[in-house]
Each structure stands twice: as C-alpha cells, then as structure tokens.
C-alpha cells in the first residue's frame, strides 16, 4: 500500500510542484488548503478566491482528493493577535514565523493527521537531511528563496513526518519544470505582503488598529527634538523612511521608550547608536542540546540580511547571543535564526539587546 502524504497546497506554483513530485515519487498524494478567510472575511487578502480555484485545479489535474480546512480562528488567536499585541509593545515579530510555527506546521499539520496522512508536506526551500540520532534542518538549495529563517521557530518533534520535496532545487527550476508538466499555477506571481493588512499599508492598518498617539522624536546624540511621530508603536528600528526629518541627512530609528512615547533617531548610516554587540533571546527553539559552556556558530536576525558570526550560551531561561562584530538594525520582537554552516540550530526571539 502507497504511504499517505497531504501537500499543503496554497494555489502557488512552489506547493503544486512539491504535488506533483511526491506523486512521482509513488506516494498516495492528497491535497489539503489552508482557509485563513472566515466566515466573516476579514483575512480576506490570506485566501483569495482565485488561490482556492488554483489549489482546486492543481488536484484535479494530478487526480488526487482536495481538502479546505477552515483554520481562521486559530490564525486570528495565535498570528493575528499576537501579532498587534507585540508591536502595541513596541516589538517588532514577523508573521510568517508565527503563521509556521502555530498554524501551517501545527493546526495544519494535526489536520492532515485527521486524515489519515503519514506524511505532511508543503512547497517551503528547505532540507532536511538523515543524521546520526535522526535528522538535521538545512538551508535550501536555493539561496535566494532559502526559508529556514521562516521556519526556525517550529518545534523539532513537528518536523518528525515532514517532506520538503523542494529542498535541492532552485525557484527557475521549480517555474521551469511547472510549465513543462502544465502544472495549473505555473504562471502565477507571488505574493510577498502581510496577507491579513492588505492594500493599506502597514503603517496606516496598524494606525487603525492601535489608533494614533503622536510623540517627540529625539536625536539620541544631543537629545534634542527633531521632529514628531504617529505613534511610537508604529516605527521600527533601522527604519529610514517616513520619519519626515532629515534636511539633507539620513536618519535613522535608533530606539524608543514606549512608556514616553519617544523614538530616538541616529543620524548617519555609521553612528555608533545604530550598532548592538548582542541580544537577549528571551525564547528559543533548539533542535539540538546546546552544549554546556555555549558554542560558536551564525545568527541570522532579519530575513535580508546574511547569517553573522557569534556566540551563543544559555543564561538560566533564555539565550545569550553575542556579535563577533557589532550588528546594525537589531529589532526586539524579531527572530534570530541560529546556524552552523548551512544547517539551522534553531532560533529565538530577539529581547533585550546590548
């Protein structure tokens, strides 16, 4: 009998090939959809309907059985709220590790089960790779669209009975083999927005949000004022555009004292204010013991920016991670992904830095 595995197909062309592949590969196939829209469609810009009928086609065109599952209310619990609730704070998460980490490898993943599937499988530039004890966690093959950054936060046991059929190729390839075979959504753009904000505008849904409650910005050398913001909630560190100061110079956010309402902005791209040596990762997902004493390795702390050298050490409940050489834009809220070479440690969420 044919092993079961459900694809979490989302009508693109990264999920449909991954389908496509395992089918191959001689797995019992089944298709099974995300539905973040709820009955209200108010996340209506996660699921369009053309996302649905592309999914939908996908399975009609390898024969296998489509499944939707609605999973709005734990998106709005554990993304959506945290989410708003975390930059009310001040912090800055990133959605995409908490859509990973609480609905696509956990409510999804537990869906799947429900129906019968050994496996669970979806479109994500991962790998991962038989070790001695189990398996490791690489980056994908692709260094463009490699997205173990995204997923460093998932627990380890829920990566178990996952299959990453895209793990060694490259996003040319996957649209290249997607148009040979027909595949429904080889065309299809991507999208790389917030799903749940929409056309508005970050800024101007988290003004919405979280109303407006305008503030001095503060130049942290000579602590003067400079300007005003929105709302301190608003900004994040590292950000350049829509401070309306500048007169010629660039400025950059810097800090901000949510109990004043006060950004602090550094100007010039090398002012010392701008660099950190390290953070606080006030929680972390290994998905290996960290040995006593700590251990040298990489951390990546923004999706754009390459993984860097450091240290790491437990310190009682959290992680101390410490620059080899001091880093620019280091945002409380974000993830620091950890890596020794191309395989991914795990991650924490970035607290305190220093």
Known sequence: MKEKVAVGVSGGVDSSLAAYLLQK????????????????????????????????????FLGIPFYSVDLSVPFREYVVKNFISQYARGL???????????????SLLREAEKLGAKYFATGHY?????????????????????QSYFLSMVAKENFERVIFPLGDMKKGEVRDLAEQIGLPAAGRAESMDICFIGSEGFREYMAGVLGETPGDIIDIDTNEKIGSHRGAALYTIGQRRGLGVGGGRKWFVCGKDMDKNIIYAACGENNPALYKSGFIGSEFNLFAPLPEGGITCEVKYRYARPAVPCKIRREGEALAVTFEQPQRGVAPGQTGALYSGRVCLGGCVIGNVF
Do not use: H
């Open 92 to 106: 800055t998460p990133n959605p995409d590790i908490l859509c990973n980490a609480n609905i696509k490898f956990g």
């Open 25 to 60: 590969q001689g797995y019992d196939v089944l298709g099974i959809y995300m539905d973040l829209t709820g009955e209200d469609g108010l996340f209506s810009g996660c699921n369009t309907p053309e996302d649905k009928r592309s999914a939908e086609a996908l399975c009609e």
């Open 126 to 146: 991962m790998k991962k790779t038989p070790a001695p004890g189990g398996f490791v966690l690489e980056m994908g093959a692709d260094a463009r669209k490699d």
